[in-house]
């Protein structure tokens, strides 16, 4: 598999959880990887020992401005890069009703807004190289959805489209797309999630409540292992033709398979229906 094995890769949230673990996979083995973290001393100690793989370069997805020079200087500074990874990402916890506009705004950024200027900002250059893999990390939550987690519900389906109609958009251009859409996955995930501080007695009661006491009571184990998880990932880029879509856990896929179903029998059931609004000529 190492000699398939992509050269050089761009990854954002390299910092931590599955980007750390891709970026530490793939220097292993090799690879180059050029870095895009807002906290570049996080990875200090990786730049030490591959000085020559790891290029560094600090972005913080909340400046959505820096985002295409970034990217220009990725490229400039790598030469030519195969695969870009968007892995940077966090949970914002809450009902809608108690998230401030400001907390809205910038997890839609960082979640959404980021990742499609990043794809946006690469495509000359993938389209020059004539070959390239651009991969997101979506979620099994770009599938089915949590009370209190509306705003990272809206930020993974949002990318499971942008993402599914640029596939269509670059596959003619030997440009490949790839949604990843894991479970729960050991990582700093759950400690790095941003909880609103705005409590509203309701929602105590509401489907919020409940899902928080589920929480606590450990129903939703993170039963993922983030190196396996990088492996795939890694596995995928090689592929001849990679999966748009690559579910990872058990857990995910019987999440996102029982609410598909779900979903597909409920339109079935409106065959009719749907039908009667179509115009009579
Ligand atoms: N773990 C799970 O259970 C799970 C399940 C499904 C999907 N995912 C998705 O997987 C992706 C990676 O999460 P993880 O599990 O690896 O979590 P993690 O360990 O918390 O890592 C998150 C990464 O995102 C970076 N980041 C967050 N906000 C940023 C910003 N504004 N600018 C630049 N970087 C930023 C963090 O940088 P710093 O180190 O500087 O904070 C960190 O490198 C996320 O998109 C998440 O939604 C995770």
Redesign the pocket.
Same mark, same amino acid.
């Given at each position: 598999m190492t000699a398939t094995i992509a050269k050089t890769w761009a990854i954002?949230?390299?910092?931590?959880?599955?980007?750390?673990a891709v970026t530490q996979q793939l220097l292993k083995q090799g690879s180059k990887v050029v870095a895009?973290?807002?906290?570049p001393q996080?990875l200090q100690s990786l730049k030490n020992q591959y000085a020559d793989q790891l290029i560094i370069i600090e972005?913080?997805?909340?400046q959505t401005e820096k985002i295409a020079s970034t990217i220009q200087a990725a490229f400039n500074a790598a030469g030519r890069i195969d695969v870009i990874l968007?892995?940077? !990402?966090? &949970?914002l916890v809450g009902a809608a009703e108690e998230l401030s506009e400001a907390d809205i705004t910038a997890h839609i950024?960082?979640?959404l807004l980021?990742p499609i200027f990043i794809a946006k900002a690469a495509l000359p250059f993938l389209r020059h190289q004539k070959h390239g893999h651009i991969m997101h990390?979506?979620?099994?939550?770009g599938h089915i959805t949590y009370p209190s987690a509306s705003i990272?519900h809206a930020s993974?389906w949002g990318a499971e489209g942008f993402f599914d109609a640029l596939a269509k958009e670059v596959q003619a251009l030997n440009i490949a797309v790839t949604l990843i859409?894991?479970?729960?996955?050991?990582?700093?995930?759950?400690?790095?999630a941003h909880v609103t501080d705005i409590a509203i007695e309701d929602y105590r009661k509401s489907a919020v409540g409940a899902y928080f006491r589920l929480l606590a009571m450990g129903r939703f184990p993170?039963i !993922?292992d &983030?190196e396996k998880v990088a492996t795939r990932i890694i596995e995928t880029s090689t592929m001849p033709k990679p999966v748009l879509r690559l579910v990872l856990g058990s857990d995910s896929y019987k999440n996102i398979t029982r609410e598909t179903q779900k979903r597909l029998d409920s339109f079935i059931a409106q065959a009719e229906t749907a039908a009667q609004t179509d115009a009579e000529d």
């Open positions: 954002t949230g390299a910092s931590s959880g599955i980007g750390l895009l973290v807002r906290s996080k972005l913080d997805l909340n968007s892995a940077a !990402g966090y &949970a950024e960082a979640n980021a990390i979506s979620s099994e939550g990272y993974k859409e894991p479970g729960r996955i050991k990582t700093g995930f759950d400690e790095h993170m !993922g &983030a």
